[in-house]
């Protein structure tokens, strides 16, 4: 990397494997979005949205995966994304995550074993019997409750709250203000009021999960809550108590799972999706934002809309209920017709 | 209690006044769902769903309501999820729920009252004429704010805030991240800009009221947002401005109730509802998950869907639109048989 | 103002120059609403749900629009709301925000720049190279990052999270538990597993912004996410990465807005509307509560339901739907008709 972190064109789709169409000598300075790039910059297309924006970007080079039809130079590669995602490497440099180290106001207890190179902020709490791996940092003012566990390379960011006893796995984000093991929402009714349940169970994540901010992991009843690897939730997304989502799964924000409700692997879920308790979600299953799913779902099935059924059936029965005007024109016809036979009759 | 936490089935089955059948020496070390447990370890049956898991089950005995046909010792109760809650505080006897004091860093105003036996841990606020009744938990970096009242044996988890003013009844537990007391979304227009309206209101939690983590309780413009005895609210639930909660309500996670409206008692929400602004929902009102609520709910209606109307008629609607291709293939019938007709008269 | 804050009713409607129907010399002690005013106190009528509590109020006098038929002292306005709002600040003097300084328990890197009068309360965190503007107020237990930018007179709640390069404007506030600057939730796909992109891009707030309890802002990919000048959001609200808000724009509750979106002027969002990706909605379109938004919406639209569309075309689709039983009966007495016919013929 040269100080001024600057590289020739040709570098750069060396480096991305990338075929380059154009000046392998130009300089490039950073990158931007098509509509914000200038020509001492790369940008990238990716998706057809932005089509319009082609004919007006001052970028200096573009990433596509398809040759464009416009006058600057271009490095062709299999997926735009991934590739921009490496080069950003180069132009940000990937910061230390912080200062290693335990700030002088945190509160560490003294039965907490502290990992190598761990970052522990300002008024962040790590509990009694807590474990921190090696590298991981914990942001200001996050809390881990006694016996937390939290493996290496991970990251808490600020405001994090993770209670006691649940075990975090390597590499797991989470993000600002999310809550991980807070007791579930499970009540016994008696003479109509509420009996609290004891949540005695445990909260278990894996390897390589990411989790939003503000987003609430509720702890297990008995047993655990499960996120298993590789797994992503956006912000804002609720998972009940005894709730297990299989690897790889990923939910956009605002999402909800309610209690004991299983969620198979690969499976898709837009923003807000809803999910009643006691139910399964079948592997690589697709769940259309806003669906709310009350019954069981097929691996490999679209669900759109509430009650969740197949979005194709959900886009067909909308497509019929438009057309009911025009069959009511129909009958009235046909009332008429029908009318004037008889009299003929 | 014994050291080693194992105790006989007769025992149990007497503990919570059930009907054994099967061996009353049969020692148990512990309680597990129906899928974990083994056989020394009781589990129990209240769910139909769970019915698939019985003939595998390892469990030692089981708590039912009914007699099972399977070959394991069974203690039959009324409710079997109230009577496993009762045994779980003899296997998982409840841990003093923090060492009583106040952290050396926490920061108690002066002017505060702080009753007997409370705990204020670690990196909290306690503002200035602020007042906190005895046994009750201050989590971890939480933040009462001038004037505030928690009553007795409360539980404020960390990072919960509570803003000025607010008033806490006894056996309140707010889980992490709740905010009570922010301004209420209110403005008044003016020549297209907003102008923020002031809250001078207050927020009143009674007694053994529960909120959910993230969860949000905003403020009165003028007078009070009420949130009755005994409702629980689920994780990220959103209660406006000057609305009213009814005693022993509930609502599921991530639901949102508008300014000003009045729900009643015993009301139950599934998770996602949203209502809007000044409206009444009548008692034992039952809102199904992701209703969408823009009118009055009479007393004991069940309603769903957007805009919300009797559940009823959403699923009689629902499969009155499945049958809108059959009724458009008989209109076509229809039409041919009478241009045949038309033909022969 | 006299000590007691106490007024006479000439002087009140004075104060919002408003037309007095009433006795002038009448004391007027506080401001309460409807249900709850006493005899010294004014009320205000702004909203005709509440017509039924008018033969019933007990408050002294009242603000509003038109005269109304009740033997109450009155002040006509052209906005009650409004007017009242400027007369709270009579009764509630707007108190100091805080004791200005820099608490002795708070963290303030040595590299950041804090100006007048600001207000840093305990274990607040402002990180390196951060400035924050006059008269600023940093809740307790609130984070800036590295190089976050927060303008004057602004106010950042308890625990609020701004990460590293966010920019604030003047006068913006942000309630308790609000997180901005998080990560985006951006990931390529490489063998069904997730890459996560870097996200090197910030966001941007503008002056005169609100954004409430626990909602959450994230950063972008590349460039920035834009809060423009006088938008209000209300609690639990998500905007994803790359997303740009208009002027004045206001969204309810729990609304979410995925990556990319843009959204224009003016717009209004009842609660817990969702939008996908790469949308433009227009300036001034209304969406109704709950809409679920899949496609671009034009300026000045209104739309509901999922997918939104035409709210009117919905209106009209659902009374349609509520006919289906009658044209199943039409088309049933048809064909009864037609068989006789056939017969006959």
Redesign the interface.
Known sequence: LTASRSFRLGELAERVQGQLEGDAALEIDG???L??AGPRELSFYA?E?YAPLLPQTRAGALLTHEKLGVAIAQVLVQ?P??SI?EL??L??PRAPAATAGIDR?A?VDETATIGRDVSI???A?VGPEASVGARTTI???A?LGRGVRVGEDSIL???V?I?DGSILGSRVIL???A?VG??G?G??R?D???????H?GTVVIEDDV?I???A?I?RAT??RTVIRR?V?L???V?I?H?VEVGE?T?M???C?V?GSTVVGR?VMM???V?L?D?LVVGDEAKLV??S?V?GDVAPGAIV????ARAHREVLR??A??????R??A??SA??R??SG??D??
């Open positions: 990158i931007a979005a509509a914000d998706h949205k997926d994304v991934v995602n950003l490497d132009f940000h106001q509160r902020q300002a008024f709490c942001g200001a003012g809390y960011g600020p405001n709250v209670l993000h600002a203000g809550v807070a007791d929402f009540y016994a008696r109509g009021r509420f009996i609290r349940m004891r005695v990411e939003g901010a503000n609430t509720d008995l047993g590789g992503k956006d912000n804002q609720h009940g005894n790889d990923v956009a924000a605002q909800g309610s690969r837009g923003g807000q809803g009643v006691h934002a806003q709310g009350i759109s809309g509430y009650p029965a909308q019929e209920l438009r057309t009911l005007a069959l009511r129909r009958v046909l009332e017709k029908l036979l008889a003929e009759v």
